[in-house]
């Protein structure tokens, strides 16, 4: 079972709309997690991050948190077309690899914004 | 701040040879981390490195090295290249690596082996 799992999309939506991303971890003592765009040819750039349950908003990004059900979404509200990218889910996990240094990203989800 | 850089920002190889990348860390950043990304396998770990030592290592096999400096700058060295290799090869910095930090991405080196 993979560590860290994301819908691999495509996601499309038109301008204006609100975009869904979804990822899944599998073990529950994980600890933090991130969101990360990418867009093409470029490296991953911070969103978001979140720790405790519940929602976080920064701007028209909203990351949400569910410890229970193992489960960390990002909501973009009045989407752009600039948002067109993948959005990488990442988590750290201290019981694995002794250190907190080490990130465990999902494959991503590419989503792209039509005008 | 300047943010995390690499060197070289693209290289060609060919099988065989050996390689040697540079990153240097935000400023006052300790913890340097190392990953692959590819097509086939997504975003991968290779080590972390934290005031010159090598604190965790991801699943690659051991031509796959690294080391910090005095500094936190790290290298990474890859041996005997095979054409699996090609890949971006990302380091991401931290202040020390802890639980709630960000990762801050360099932008890469891109390595083509033929």
């Known amino acids: ?115 | 701040k300047a943010g995390v850089t690499q060197t070289p920002r693209y290289l060609i190889k060919t099988r065989g040879q050996q390689v040697t990348l540079s990153c240097s860390p935000i400023s006052g950043h300790r913890s340097v981390s190392w990953y692959q990304q590819t097509p086939g396998q997504g975003l991968q770990f290779l080590f972390e490195y934290f005031s010159e030592t090598q604190r965790n290592k991801g699943n690659f096999p051991g031509r796959f090295s690294g080391r910090q400096f005095s500094n936190s700058r790290s290298e990474m060295n890859v041996s005997t290249l095979e054409l699996g290799d090609s890949a971006l090869y990302l380091c991401a910095s931290s202040l020390e690596g802890s639980s709630q930090e960000t990762q801050y991405f360099g932008p890469g080196t891109r390595l083509l082996v033929l």
């Open chain 1, 1 to 115: 079972q993979k560590e860290v799992e994301q819908n691999s999309g495509p996601l499309s939506v038109p301008e204006g709309a609100i975009a869904s991303l979804n990822c899944t971890y599998s073990d529950r003592v994980s600890q933090s997690f991130f969101w990360y765009r990418q867009y093409s040819g470029k490296s991953p750039e911070l969103i978001m991050s979140i720790y405790s349950n519940g929602d976080k908003e920064d701007g028209r990004f909203t990351a949400q948190l569910n410890k229970a059900s193992q489960y960390v979404s990002l909501l973009i509200r009045d989407s752009q077309p600039s948002d067109s990218a993948t959005y990488l889910c990442a988590v750290k996990n201290p019981r694995r690899g002794s250190t907190l240094g080490r990130l465990y990203f999902g494959r991503g989800t590419q989503l792209t914004v039509w005008p």
